[in-house]
């Protein structure tokens, strides 16, 4: 059987480590001794912790010793969490991706999670930051959202009830464009 027609296995890598550069080296180094293939990735420096979550693809037979030398790395101060990832179908309704701005608060995370959640809203990719507001100087949060709503939830529900959430909260939301 060739190393192409292997069964391949998907995992999902967390990792987290003083930043320092070489770091995601070290892993791509990993995948790519193994014969894995990186599919996906989010890395990003926090606070002086460089952290990350990587898909990877692996052969069945190289899946072991990928997982031995990931392991190897936490000599280098990775700290690696593997999981294996599986396949899900795409759930049902509408996607969209939602832009968020207000002044910046302890609180603004949950008081919006908690809003998509009570809608049934699956957050499918989430970031955000803090950002200096022009010619004022005040710390504003700015968030990125992609979502999936159910079928039953519409568009401007989701718009209403985040406004609702504070004054000064500004909601935009883009429809992804068509495929």
Same mark, same amino acid.
């Given at each position: 059987?060739?190393?192409? +027609?292997? /069964?391949?296995?998907? &995992?999902? $890598?967390?990792? #987290?480590?003083? !930043? %320092? *550069? =070489?770091? @995601?080296?070290?892993?791509?180094?990993?995948?790519?001794?193994?014969?894995?293939?990186?599919?996906?990735?989010?890395?990003?420096?926090?606070?002086?912790?460089?952290?990350?979550?990587?898909?990877?693809?692996?052969?069945?037979?190289?899946?072991?010793?990928?997982?031995?030398?990931?392991?190897?790395?936490?000599?280098?101060?990775?700290?690696?969490?593997?999981?294996?990832?599986?396949?899900?179908? +795409?759930? /049902?309704?509408?996607? &969209?991706? $939602?832009?968020? #701005?207000?002044? !910046? %608060? *302890? =609180?603004? @995370?949950?008081?919006?999670?908690?809003?998509?959640?009570?809608?049934?809203?699956?957050?499918?990719?989430?970031?955000?930051?803090?950002?200096?507001?022009?010619?004022?100087?005040?710390?504003?949060?700015?968030?990125?959202?992609?979502?999936?709503?159910?079928?039953?939830?519409?568009?401007?529900?989701?718009?209403?009830?985040?406004?609702?959430?504070?004054?000064?909260?500004?909601?935009?939301?883009?429809?992804?464009?068509?495929?």
């Amino acid at each position: 059987m060739s190393p192409s +027609a292997r /069964p391949a296995e998907s &995992l999902v $890598l967390t990792f #987290v480590g003083p !930043d %320092r *550069p =070489g770091l @995601v080296n070290l892993i791509a180094e990993a995948v790519a001794r193994h014969g894995g293939n990186w599919l996906e990735s989010r890395l990003a420096n926090l606070a002086g912790a460089f952290a990350g979550v990587v898909l990877v693809e692996v052969s069945s037979a190289a899946r072991a010793g990928l997982i031995s030398s990931l392991a190897q790395l936490e000599q280098e101060g990775l700290r690696i969490t593997i999981a294996s990832g599986q396949e899900t179908a +795409a759930l /049902p309704g509408t996607h &969209l991706r $939602l832009e968020l #701005v207000a002044h !910046d %608060r *302890p =609180g603004i @995370v949950r008081d919006v999670t908690q809003t998509l959640t009570r809608l049934g809203v699956n957050i499918e990719d989430f970031s955000s930051a803090l950002e200096s507001a022009p010619f004022t100087g005040e710390t504003l949060f700015k968030a990125q959202l992609q979502l999936s709503l159910p079928a039953d939830v519409p568009e401007p529900s989701v718009r209403a009830a985040l406004e609702r959430l504070a004054h000064e909260l500004m909601v935009d939301i883009k429809t992804p464009e068509p495929a």
